[in-house]
């Protein structure tokens, strides 16, 4: 069973930067989405943001111009650069890959913004 795993969580104060990683531990054919979801306390989850096959991207209005998806096809991993973090970014961050005849999700890593 193939499994997302996600890193790069942490603590940050605000105004800090973080970078996220998500890396498939197998090949997973025919992905055409990759996203990145979060979920904070008492709230459901979220679409941060989102990338295509054709890279088309869309993100968060509140994240729209601090966060960036990016992909790396050589190493099957996905990014979620965050920067200028704020501590309503505070949540459990979780990868989601999409193919064909299936959806997968990371176990979620924690991101707090606290100073």
């Known amino acids: 069973q193939v499994q997302l795993v996600e890193s790069g969580g942490g603590t940050v104060q605000p105004g800090g930067s973080l970078r996220l990683s998500c890396a498939a531990s197998?090949?997973?054919?025919?992905?055409?989405?990759w996203g990145w979801y979060r979920q904070a306390p008492g709230k459901q989850r979220e679409l941060v943001a989102k990338?295509?096959?054709?890279?088309?991207?869309n993100y968060a209005e509140s994240v729209k111009g601090r966060f960036t998806i990016s992909r790396d096809n050589a190493k099957n991993t996905v990014y979620l650069q965050m920067n200028e973090l704020k501590p309503e970014d505070t949540a459990v961050y979780y990868c989601?890959?999409?193919?064909?005849?299936?959806?997968?999700w990371g176990q979620g890593t924690q991101v707090t913004v606290s100073s």
């Open positions: 989601n890959w999409v193919s064909l005849t299936d959806a997968y």
């Open positions: 197998g090949s997973i054919f025919n992905v055409y989405a």
């Open positions: 990338i295509t096959a054709g890279r088309s991207t």
